[in-house]
């Protein structure tokens, strides 16, 4: 089992880009696929992007798709997310997921203290 930190968060105005972070403890990252989720306040977890372990598929929800780049490098046990154009509708607590098998995107994963995003309008 991997340990994640997130960050990178912060408050940016609508169409602004931010870059967000996950740091994995562990010699094992490269083994795991990762993943960003996010909840909005009120809301569920949703799934965000997902990457496999070697970096060479990648999955995005509708509404990031064009505007989000999930990446990774297994170098520095870290997964980025990269979000251009950001739109009000993305505020919310940004969190970082990894599995063995690729991130399934309805499925609870063990949540970290994740990173606020604020898009202003």
């Known amino acids: 089992q991997v340990q994640l930190v997130e960050s990178g968060g912060g408050l940016v105005q609508a169409g602004g880009s931010l870059r967000l972070s996950c740091v994995a403890s562990g010699r094992t990252f490269s083994r795991y696929a990762m993943g960003w989720f996010r909840q909005a306040p009120g809301k569920e977890h949703e799934f965000v992007a997902g990457?496999?372990?070697?970096?060479?598929?990648?999955y995005y929800a509708d509404s990031v798709k064009g505007r989000f780049t999930i990446s990774r490098d297994n170098a520095k046990n870290t997964a980025y997310l990269q979000m251009n154009n950001l739109k009000p509708e993305d505020t919310a607590v940004y969190y970082c997921a990894a599995d063995r098998d690729l991130i399934a995107t309805d499925r609870s994963y063990p949540w970290g203290q994740g990173t606020q995003v604020t898009v202003s309008s």
């Open positions: 990457i496999s372990w070697s970096g060479g598929g990648t």
